[in-house]
T-cell receptor, first 114, second 116 residues
Framework: EAGVAQSPRYKIIEKRQSVAFWCNPI?????LYWYQQILGQGPKLLIQ????????DSQLPKDRFSAERLKGVDSTLKIQPAKLEDSAVYLC????????????FGPGTRLLVL | GENVEQHPSTLSVQEGDSAVIKCTYS??????FPWYKQELGKGPQLIID?????GEKKDQRIAVTLNKTAKHFSLHITETQPEDSAVYFC???????????????FGTGTQLKVEL
């Protein structure tokens, strides 16, 4: 079974520029998560989708971050404009429908904002 | 919301020794506790998990224990090997009041180094 795919793997941009990340979850997984992982810290949830609907975006900085999952499969996370403090790894994870089922993580996109 | 604390932040052991990492959580409603291993440049991978109706679970050299009363859970790795060197994260899952709202809160991670 294919895992969670993410692209690009690395991105370097200057502050105030925009950037977008893409995630394709495991086939059939209804729930998709985006996390931000700052160096030396655990992943922090940004947004959670159930199919194409948002379940939780309470920690998403909505003035600059946006995410969508229009067809309930793959998803994009966008930052516009980027700040220095957005430098982090952006992880996508997906989960099946049963309670407590594992979240499977992709390899992440490493973003450096200069 | 949930808060998860993890100790120690770094752990160095000799090959063949045991390693123990401890976590505490704050919300007594949390009822699923996974442990993830993250190698350099990779995403976190689940290594073991435990549900709140179980006190202990073992998978070969890895075991997890849960004390619901004290809100503690621990990861035990026996007979450590160099390939166990990585960052380990504990997490607690809190089921949302709305359908499908399972939410993981992660600890801050433990850098485990297994020395030859």
């Amino acid at each position: 079974e294919a895992g969670v795919a993410q692209s690009p793997r690395y991105k370097i941009i200057e502050k105030r520029q925009s950037v977008a990340f893409w995630c394709n979850p495991i086939s059939g997984h209804a729930t998709l998560y985006w996390y931000q992982q700052i160096l030396g810290q655990g992943p922090k949830l940004l947004i959670q989708f159930q199919n194409n609907g948002v379940v939780d975006d309470s920690q998403l900085p909505k003035d600059r971050f946006s995410a969508e999952r229009l067809k309930g499969v793959d998803s994009t996370l966008k930052i516009q404009p980027a700040k220095l403090e957005d430098s982090a790894v952006y992880l996508c994870a997906s989960r099946g429908t049963s309670f407590g089922e594992t979240q499977y993580f992709g390899p992440g996109t490493r973003l450096l904002v200069l | 919301g949930e808060n998860v604390e993890q100790h120690p932040s770094t752990l160095s052991v000799q090959e063949g020794d045991s390693a123990v990492i401890k976590c505490t959580y704050s919300d007594s409603a949390s009822n699923y506790f996974p442990w993830y291993k993250q190698e350099l440049g990779k995403g976190p991978q689940l290594i073991i998990d435990i549900r709140s109706n179980v006190g202990e679970k073992k998978d070969q050299r890895i075991a997890v224990t849960l004390n619901k009363t004290a809100k503690h859970f621990s990861l035990h790795i026996t007979e450590t090997q160099p390939e166990d060197s990585a960052v380990y994260f504990c997490a607690a899952n809190l089921r949302g009041v709305t359908g499908g709202g399972n939410k993981l809160t992660f600890g801050t991670g433990t850098q485990l180094k297994v020395e030859l």
